[in-house]
């Protein structure tokens, strides 16, 4: 009997154990996968605004009434018009393809609360935006041959109109700006006024900031008339693979809290074969055999509640730890020093209510085995 209560109380013990272990390592998994989509938004943050607007039918944005009535939404910090135009870009020899993403002066002024691609910009002309002005990113620089020396450059830029004739425009270069590779790469900035000039075409897009805290999805009501993108929507492909990465993950680690879980359905079998002789004299004294299985069930419950709780804490210490000390380094040659986390509750409380929920269902099945052997009180 000694034997067996010591077994029983170890098997107990271990699939607490087991429980609290899969838990944290549930929460410190999914913690990681939000703190690298945080910093994977906050990257593309200043590739793409809050929201761009685009016509629906993806021909020209034409500014109306109803744009402008858009445009005084209460939750619209600032916005910006922007034009594109494909172009082959001539340096000398050298020739790139390029957007020209044509935009107002304000667009490449520092603002508040707002990631602009020329917060970072190299120029040696403080009025850098004349009508013929043009900021490179760092690669087109590069592609260009252009660097610090060579600013105030003549490039030309050239596109096809629809007559079939080639438009060419000669630029200046008088700064070069670096945001992110993929603006970087391919874009130059010029002056909205002068591209709509010279195609006579209507906008793009309008580029929009929100305030702190706007209503998203009552903005894109507002918006209904138009097609609105976020950055997820820009970069769909790579979101889709974090989330499906996130749900195999995910699936794993359930299987995983599932297999330590099990022991709980061990450990409640093995406390119904020591108290048998005590569950057939409360059944002899007339309690009901299902208010028996009950308080077995109950026992289960405990178990996952305090494992689950546990797993939770530990979880929370772990995910503090690295955002506080960097325990796990990337080493050089990243944008960030440590391995990014990020606590969810909603993710906490989710998991909390898995495993209570699998461990309360596995002592369930442990107790519906349970038979009472009167024979033992003779």
Not at 236 to 248: G, Q
């Amino acid at each position: 009997m000694v034997i067996s209560r010591r077994l029983s109380g170890t098997v107990t013990r271990s699939a607490a154990a087991g429980i609290m272990v899969g838990t944290a390592a549930m929460m410190v998994v999914l913690s990681a996968f939000n703190g690298l989509e945080n910093l994977i938004r906050q990257n593309y943050n200043i590739v793409h605004p809050h929201v761009s607007i685009l016509p629906l039918d993806g021909t020209g944005l034409a500014w109306d009434e109803a744009l402008d009535a858009l445009l005084a939404h209460p939750d619209i910090a600032d916005f910006e018009p922007v034009l594109e135009q494909q172009a082959l870009l001539k340096h000398g020899e050298q020739e790139a393809l390029v957007t020209l993403v044509a935009v107002q002066r304000s667009f490449v002024t520092p603002h508040a609360g707002t990631d602009r691609w020329t917060d970072s910009l190299l120029t040696a002309n403080p009025d850098h935006w004349g009508s013929r002005s043009a900021l490179v990113g760092r690669g087109v620089a590069m592609k260009m041959g252009i660097n610090s020396h060579g600013l105030g450059s003549i490039v030309q830029a050239m596109w096809p109109e629809s007559n079939q004739d080639m438009s060419r425009q000669a630029l200046q270069v008088d700064g070069i700006f670096f945001a992110h590779p993929q603006v970087d790469e391919h874009v130059v900035l010029i002056p909205l006024a002068s591209l709509q000039q010279w195609t006579g075409h209507e906008l793009s897009q309008v580029k929009v900031w929100l305030k702190s805290g706007a209503d998203m999805e009552a903005f894109r009501l507002a918006a209904r008339d138009y097609l609105c993108k976020e950055p997820k929507d820009w970069e769909r492909t790579l979101f889709n693979v974090l989330k499906s990465e996130r749900l195999v993950t995910i699936t794993i680690l359930a299987f995983i809290v599932l297999l330590a879980s099990l022991g709980l359905y061990a450990a409640t079998s093995l406390m119904a074969l020591e108290r048998k002789r005590e569950t057939a004299t409360l059944v002899a004294m007339g309690m009901p055999l299902t208010q028996v299985k009950t308080a077995y069930t109950w026992g289960g419950l405990w178990m996952s509640i305090l494992g689950g709780g546990f797993g939770l804490l530990m979880g929370r210490a772990i995910i503090a730890g690295q955002s506080t000390f960097g325990w796990l380094s990337l080493g050089q040659g990243y944008i960030v020093d440590a391995y990014p986390v990020a606590w969810s509750w909603t993710f906490a409380w989710l998991t909390w209510g898995f495993v209570v929920m699998v461990g309360t269902l596995l002592a369930w099945m442990a107790a519906q085995r349970i038979r009472p052997q009167t024979e033992l009180l003779r």
